[in-house]
């Protein structure tokens, strides 16, 4: 063979190697797309399952302390529609590998009993002991199971991904190790805290148009900046027109270093405040962030409102305030400040659920005493204290209820169920966590 034969057979050899290494190369790229794209269907499937998990706890415990038909039937309905989906994001999961068979089992059964319980309560059919007893059976392996979930989704939250190999470090965690970590838990409800800053009721019929601004005085753009300099506390030249925020509720915006506030163009009210900066330590107690917050609300000029849960992260104190009236407290007007910890300034403010459902109500009405409807209370729960208030539904109506605080006679957990003090029907349940950054409903 001729040097330039060589020459030309080393040339397509070359090109055959080079080809068939890049088909490797891109192979092993699909590949390892595939197995990316399946671990991340993993880690999401699992964040589903631990997030259904928490609301299947949290029904079976409130259809513990439920006392009437209707709302056991609403709690039954929802626990067998939240089984299917816990079930839908398990069937995404490799059960076996993970040794999840035992939750796929008890996710049925408690599908199972939710419809009994639906249906009996439906029939207007009293609820057993023994069956009262179930609940409570049900409810435990919820618990554990729901902390064992939650302890993988923790694991994988710190940087972890779910693979199928034996291999475990710090940014690897195979099934098989997953599995293991099914009995441990890190980090038991890590993310209450989001689930439940709004306080209750905070999100109900937020769409509608507002009731404080529909006869209001229009003010102008330069009255705006007026109230806005006036709610954070500066001059009026250090505030910068930002924009024209034309939603639900319509407001001038205007920014002052790190802050954004929101006046509304109907009545000049402070529509919301966010801050843009981040607070590193904590020198400010939260009752004195509460005490700040109330003397912050009554020089903005909304009277009358009342302090119910707090919540305290990122050293900032989130104060929900409900107004309140003839020792009467409307959950539906609620406004939220956020006081810096570090210094005590108002951080966040937001006033929507006030400035959409605040009106002249009629006097609080009910057909029995709160003595009397107590007896409406689950036999489970001891009744702490009480108080009249009136609480939105969905439909986009209120409610006027006796609101009453209880402990559970088998858990110490407390509870307030609200009972409509015209009707004597159970409306709403609420769980109560007390934790170290203040206390929280769910």
């Known amino acids: 063979m001729t040097k330039r034969g060589y020459i030309r057979l080393f040339s397509y050899a070359f090109t ?3 080809v068939l290494a890049g088909f490797a190369i891109m192979n092993m790229n699909m ?3 595939y197995k990316a794209q399946l671990e991340n269907n993993y880690q999401q499937s699992l964040n589903e399952l631990s997030e259904t998990m928490d609301s299947i706890e949290t029904n079976l415990t409130k259809s513990i302390y439920s006392n009437s038909d209707k709302m056991l039937y609403e709690i039954s309905s929802d626990l ?3 089984c299917g989906e816990a079930k839908e994001a398990l069937s995404r999961l490799p059960v076996g590998q993970m040794n999840l068979s035992s939750t796929y089992k008890f996710i049925s059964q408690a599908a199972d009993y939710a419809s009994y319980i639906a249906q009996k309560a439906a029939s207007g059919e009293q609820i057993s002991d023994e069956e009262h007893k179930n609940l409570s059976v049900l409810l435990n392996y919820a618990h554990q199971l729901n902390e064992s979930i939650g302890s993988m989704v923790s694991i994988c939250n710190s940087g972890g991904r779910i693979t199928a190999s ?3 470090n710090k940014n690897n965690i195979s099934i098989s190790s997953l599995s293991n970590d099914m009995t441990t838990a890190e980090e038991s409800f890590k993310d209450y805290p989001t689930l439940l800053y709004d306080g209750p009721f905070a999100d109900a019929v937020l769409n509608r148009e507002p009731e404080l601004l529909k006869n209001a005085e229009e003010y102008t753009k330069e009255e705006a900046r007026d109230a806005a300099a006036y709610a954070m506390g500066c001059a009026v030249d250090q505030v910068n027109y930002v924009n024209d925020d034309d ?3 319509s407001c001038y915006v205007f920014s002052y270093g790190q802050k954004t506030i929101g006046i509304t163009k109907a009545g000049g009210y402070v529509a919301y405040i966010l801050y843009g900066g981040k607070i590193t330590q904590s020198t400010v107690s939260e009752q004195n962030a509460v005490n700040i917050a109330k003397k912050y609300l009554e020089k903005l000029d909304f009277p009358n409102m009342t302090e119910t849960y707090y919540m305290s992260s990122n050293n900032i104190c989130v104060i929900n305030f409900a107004y309140t009236n003839n020792n009467v407290i409307y959950y539906s007007d ?7 910890m570090n210094d005590g300034k108002v951080v966040s403010f937001e006033s929507k659920g006030f400035l959409t459902n605040h009106r002249e109500r009629s006097a609080f009405q009910t057909a029995k005493s709160a003595d009397e409807l107590q007896g409406n209370i689950s036999p489970y729960l001891n009744v702490l204290g009480v108080k009249q208030c009136v609480i939105p539904k969905e439909n986009g109506t209120e409610a006027m209820c006796y609101e009453y605080h209880c402990e559970s006679t088998e858990t110490n957990e407390e509870v307030l169920i609200y009972v409509n003090s015209n ?9 109560l966590l007390y934790s170290d950054g203040g206390t929280l409903t769910k």
């Open 334 to 340: 609620l406004i939220k400040v956020g006081i810096s």
């Open 31 to 33: 590949a390892a797309g």
């Open 80 to 82: 067998f529609s939240e």
């Open 247 to 249: 939603g639900i509720i």
């Open 166 to 168: 034996n291999v475990k």
């Open 423 to 431: 009707t004597g029907a159970e409306e709403n349940i609420l769980l």
């Open 16 to 18: 055959v190697v080079a």
